[in-house]
């Protein structure tokens, strides 16, 4: 009995020896050989996002703008779970007034096809900008944007990204916006960014 037992160890050892390298040696997700994109950080600067806007139309949406105004992107995604938990916070914070001498202009970008992000967006009475940027090819950066959801990210007149965070943290948008109005404003990172 001792000797079958010491083989049945040998070959679960073998076993778990083996998994472990496959999961070191296995080769990483196909690219179709394009590099996967690194992400945006916090001081990058994001010159234009390309998508599908309004009725469908394919666009180029810059993101440096006016003096003085500020862009904020909102990253969704129609199935996940906790886009639907900030949603109806977000409907609010979409028609909240900027702060004296501030142009906001805020954008919801997603994967989704443009129809069920106007669905989604209609849902919880979304009164914002859609960029979708479902079938384009985005071998960039910037295509990063979308990859964590809910998430919200403030960019200056310049286009530099100044923050980002998760999407339930409006609070600090709010304070984000604030900053970089203020003489001296430094950048500003929340948690993951």
């Known amino acids: 009995m001792k000797r079958y037992q010491n083989v049945v160890l040998f070959l679960l050892l073998l076993v778990v ?11 990483g997700p196909a690219t179709d050989g394009v590099a996967p994109a690194p992400g945006v950080l916090v001081g990058d600067t994001l010159d234009a996002l390309t998508g599908y806007v309004g009725d469908g139309v394919l666009g180029i949406v810059p993101m440096d703008a006016d003096p003085g105004t500020v862009t904020v992107l909102y990253a969704f995604n129609s199935e996940c779970a906790f886009c639907d938990d900030v949603a109806p916070e977000w409907a ?20 989704d096809l443009p129809g069920p992000a106007a669905t989604y967006a209609e849902r919880f009475g979304w009164q914002v900008d859609l960029l979708s940027i479902a079938q384009v090819p985005q071998p960039n950066r ?52």
């Open 142 to 193: 910037e295509s990063s944007l979308v990859s964590r959801t809910p998430w919200v990210y403030v960019l200056d007149s310049d286009g530099v990204l100044r923050f980002q965070d998760h999407g339930a943290e409006l609070r600090r948008v709010e304070e984000a916006i604030a900053a970089i109005q203020s003489p001296g404003a430094v950048q500003m990172t929340g948690g993951g960014g």
């Open 92 to 111: 609010g914070h979409f028609t909240s007034t900027a702060p004296a001498g501030t142009t906001i202009r805020r954008i919801a970008v997603t994967r």
């Open 17 to 27: 020896v083996a998994q472990a390298v496959h999961v070191v040696v296995r080769p």
